[in-house]
């Protein structure tokens, strides 16, 4: 055989061997997009929602190669005319998020005032021993309140520093990657520390008094994700996220809840929980925010949440430097304005909402 048809070959067996595996790759992303319709709370059914954006990143560049190497055969065009069916759609879920869509949240119409609150929430990641960094990042936030999750009692000793000038405290120090530590210059009423759903899992409830005089109900959570080296089930997590979706629609004060979730900002729990609790997502219409996996940048999700009652606007949201952890910091600050309430809509919620977040609240 010559050179030319060795090469000739060689070049038919590569040219194959990519086909097949664009081929099997685009299988593998069509049904990484349809297992989240499976409403099941197993890990293998859950975790398939955090990746849309490198489901939709692969999806593009999937289409865009096979166009340049598919041989016309019918399977592989019936492929190729499902991704672009999946890359619609997965579109259709990221624009929400993104500035093409209309914005959740107004602009706070004053810079500053007696009705701000301004939040840092960060996972520090139990293992991290840059505790200076995280004191440059409060001063860089200057926040109001400060929630810090994954802390145990070496984390509460480094924090003690900042005690003068956050006198208020509710702390909750554990060994378990669960422990929170919540300080405020802002007075805090009537505070306390529960374990709503599982015995060493907390989280706070507690009335903010702005300079106003305004109170405002927090409510700080941390739930486990749903992988198996943590719990290999999604139950307790919605559990406790749609509790308190559900302590703070029946607030009669304004709402904010904040906290590592565990769970992306678009998949169907977190969508559950804004139509029960009302509570808007200041990341809709301005960006992902993604704030973990703040060492590995393909694999990046929204998983640090801060959502406010109809009563707020927003003044700023912003993704802060890593600080040695896994996960991004988020400092976000809002505007008690009551008038806001009346042009802001709360997520539009059904009867089959309610249901499934009453079944799900039901599960043990």
């Given at each position: 055989m010559?050179?030319?048809?060795?090469h000739?070959?060689?070049?038919?067996?590569s040219?194959l061997?990519?086909?097949?595996?664009?081929?099997?790759?685009?299988?593998?992303?069509?049904?990484?997009?349809?297992?989240?319709?499976?409403?099941?709370?197993?890990?293998?059914?859950?975790?398939f929602?955090?990746?849309r954006?490198?489901?939709?990143?692969?999806?593009?560049l999937?289409?865009?190669?096979s166009?340049?190497?598919?041989?016309?055969?019918?399977?592989?065009?019936?492929?190729?005319?499902?991704?672009?069916?999946?890359?619609?759609?997965l579109?259709?879920?990221v624009?929400?998020?993104?500035?093409?869509?209309?914005?959740?949240?107004?602009?706070?119409?004053?810079?500053?005032?007696?009705?701000?609150?301004?939040?840092?929430i960060?996972n520090?990641?139990?293992?991290?021993?840059?505790?200076?960094?995280?004191?440059?990042l409060?001063?860089?936030?200057?926040?109001?309140?400060?929630?810090?999750?994954?802390?145990?009692?070496?984390?509460?000793?480094?924090?003690?520093?900042?005690?003068?000038?956050?006198?208020?405290?509710?702390?909750?120090?554990?060994?378990?990657?669960?422990?929170?530590?919540?300080?405020?210059?802002?007075?805090?009423?009537?505070?306390?520390?529960?374990?709503?759903?599982?015995?060493?899992?907390p989280?706070?409830?507690?009335?903010?008094?702005?300079?106003?005089?305004?109170?405002?109900?927090?409510?700080?959570?941390?739930?486990?994700?749903?992988?198996?080296?943590?719990?290999?089930?999604?139950?307790?997590r919605?559990?406790?996220?749609?509790?308190?979706?559900?302590?703070?629609?029946?607030?009669?004060?304004p709402?904010l809840?904040?906290?590592?979730?565990?769970?992306?900002?678009?998949?169907?729990?977190?969508?559950?929980f804004?139509?029960?609790?009302?509570?808007?997502?200041?990341?809709?219409?301005r960006?992902?925010?993604?704030?973990?996996?703040?060492k590995?940048?393909f694999?990046?999700?929204?998983?640090?949440?801060?959502?406010?009652?109809?009563?707020f606007?927003?003044?700023?949201i912003?993704?802060?430097?890593?600080?040695?952890?896994?996960?991004?910091?988020?400092c976000?600050?809002?505007?008690?304005?009551?008038?806001a309430?009346?042009?802001?809509?709360?997520?539009?919620?059904?009867?089959?909402?309610?249901?499934?977040?009453?079944?799900?609240?039901?599960?043990?």
């Open positions: 010559s050179n030319k048809n060795t000739l070959c060689a070049s038919n067996t040219t061997l990519i086909n097949d595996l664009l081929f099997y790759i685009g299988i593998f992303l069509i049904l990484a997009t349809a297992i989240p319709f499976i409403r099941h709370d197993f890990w293998i059914f859950r975790v929602e955090y990746p954006l490198q489901k939709l990143f692969l999806n593009a999937i289409i865009a190669l166009l340049w190497f598919f041989p016309p055969s019918l399977s592989e065009r019936l492929i190729l005319g499902l991704l672009v069916i999946n890359l619609i759609y579109l259709y879920l624009l929400p998020f993104t500035r093409f869509s209309r914005k959740q949240i107004l602009k706070s119409r004053h810079p500053a005032g007696k009705n701000n609150i301004k939040l840092l960060a520090v990641y139990q293992e991290n021993r840059q505790s200076d960094a995280y004191h440059k409060i001063g860089e936030c200057d926040p109001d309140l400060i929630l810090l999750v994954e802390t145990n009692q070496w984390w509460a000793d480094q924090m003690d520093p900042i005690s003068e000038a956050y006198p208020h405290q509710l702390r909750a120090p554990l060994e378990n990657t669960y422990g929170m530590l919540l300080y405020s210059r802002l007075e805090l009423v009537g505070g306390s520390i529960n374990y709503l759903v599982e015995d060493d899992i989280s706070i409830e507690v009335n903010v008094k702005l300079l106003s005089g305004q109170l405002v109900k927090l409510h700080c959570l941390h739930p486990q994700p749903p992988v198996p080296q943590e719990n290999p089930r999604s139950t307790e919605d559990k406790e996220i749609l509790l308190i979706a559900k302590k703070a629609k029946n607030s009669k004060i709402v809840v904040a906290g590592d979730l565990n769970d992306v900002a678009w998949s169907y729990t977190t969508e559950l804004g139509k029960i609790s009302g509570l808007l997502d200041p990341r809709r219409g960006g992902f925010f993604n704030s973990f996996n703040a590995y940048f694999l990046r999700f929204p998983l640090d949440h801060i959502f406010c009652s109809t009563d606007t927003l003044s700023t912003k993704r802060m430097n890593s600080c040695g952890s896994d996960h991004f910091p988020m976000v600050e809002f505007q008690y304005d009551p008038q309430e009346v042009v802001q809509e709360e997520p539009e919620v059904t009867e089959e909402d309610f249901e499934l977040a009453e079944e799900k609240m039901s599960k043990v």
